[in-house]
């Protein structure tokens, strides 16, 4: 029978925890600045697309019309799953599992 080893898992910075409130801040304190800079950027966009969009929701999608926009509503889903990425993977950057 093998005998299976535990991996040990890297430490994480400190700073690391930056990216949960704003996700990428922790690449760039951690030196890993175009990983970081381009995350940030992206949250800068979805902040932007919410701050524009929001009051216009209806219109995007077509709900308050007789016809669904189907292009809207894509567009509305994909920004729910691109803000969920964004701080799922800084909650799973600053919580490391071992995968054997």
Known sequence: MKRVQARE???VPPQ????WVWPGLGHLLTGDVV?????????VWLALAAW?????LGEITGLTGTRIALHGVVAVV????LAIACWTIAW???RPVVHD
């Open 78 to 81: 994909v920004w729910i799953a």
């Open 52 to 56: 524009v969009g929001g009051p216009r």
């Open 35 to 43: 990983v970081g800079l381009a995350t940030m950027t992206m949250v």
């Open 92 to 94: 799973q950057r600053t």
């Open 16 to 19: 690391a925890h930056a990216g």
């Open 9 to 11: 898992i890297a430490p």
